[in-house]
């Protein structure tokens, strides 16, 4: 993940595009606020990707967020497709959501002790997912993974994590690896401050190798806690599996005493309320959730079989806790936004949404014969300069393309549309983006692939 953490937050940006058509909007006001972020921040920003290092211009300092419109602090207004990088699956600002929130709010913002909200969100999940029997909530996405990692170890009494190359799994230590060159690897730090030691207990491959995972396995014959996979790799691009490959995953850790855990940070409860695992039809050991869980409000969590959980403090040895786990006002917003997502058709209609809108981008890209590949699954979407009909590793993903982002971007800006800004971060499609967005959206979407391609 270093080259690609590297090309996120390191690359040259903000010198000029050259002639696009259309005037830069304003960011005059967004300017003021960084150039004063940044006398407080690192970077001038909370989480590296906002500083736009790999897009043009300074970063927006958003003001209000309305269905799946933001407005900026210069009031240009945009269709989001980042929605807080995929916790605002109903939209911004949901009136169901904000609702609860408040209700709950006026008892009391945190307490420290159970609450009813936590027996609530918890049987809400669980009755609906038939992979986890119990669940631990937590605070963010890093946070669940950190934890998942750890019950894995401790249930199966192994030290080493194989991971693959092209997942993100947040800033825990142990993760936070890249691959080596050679087919099995030990990671090599992908950031300072990460002793080497620590690496040296994850082994990192690339996505879609069998071999390589035959040969870690024979190499490390019963040291192997747990292998994590995003089953929907969607950090780095959108590196979809293939079923198959997914479900010789879960045959080489039945084998061999091993955990699968799939991060389903971004997966779950997007591409259906069972996530990747339910798409797949896979039920892997461990589960992490986060992003959506908390209708907007910092949650994450991670489940399993009530066997695997009850390693898990108090019952067992795993310790793991948090001051404002389960926190009321949190819960209550996961409660109201996974409460909508349960509704008959929910998932059948933005999906169905999704794929009308992506597939008119891709015919028009097509027609056109531009170097563009559209790819989706259920309402994330990516967009890939490139003309493999595939990309299933992070090798395949062509970093020079990024050129092509970094307008690109420009482009839908001054035209209204909001992206991530880097071109290895997916697009998100809320309940809340109407067919006349989604139109007015995709006609900035054409202009702005004409300018990137008109020049050489
Ligand atoms: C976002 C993400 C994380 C990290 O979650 P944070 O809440 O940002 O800590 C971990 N894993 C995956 C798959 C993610 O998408």
Redesign the pocket.
Known sequence: MFESIKKKFTAEGNESAGSTGKPDINREKSAELYAKAKTFFPGGVNSPVRAFKSVYGTPLFIKRGDGCHLWDADDNQFVDFCCS??PLILGHNNAKVREKVIEVMQNGMSFGAPTALENELAELIIKNNKFIEKIRFVS??????MSAIRLARGYTKRDKILKFEG?????TDSLLVKAGSGLVTFGETSSAGVPKSFADETIVVALNDREAVQKAFEEFKDQIAAIII?PVP??NGLILQEKEYLQYLREICTQNGTLLIF?????GFRIGFEGAAGYYQIKPDIL?Y??IIGGGL?V?AYGASAEIMSNVSPDGGVYQAGTLSGNPVAMAAGIAQLSELLRMGFYRDLNNKTEEFTEAIQRFATARNYKFKVFTIGSIFWFAFTDKEAIRNADDIDASSMEKFKKLHRELLNRGVYLGPSGYEVGFISSAHTKIDLEKAKRAIFDSLEVVFREK
């Open positions: 990088w995929g963010s996405g890093t946070e669940a993974v997942c993100y799994h947040g800033h995003e969607a950090n991060d389903e940070v971004i997966s992490t986060g992003k910092p994450g």
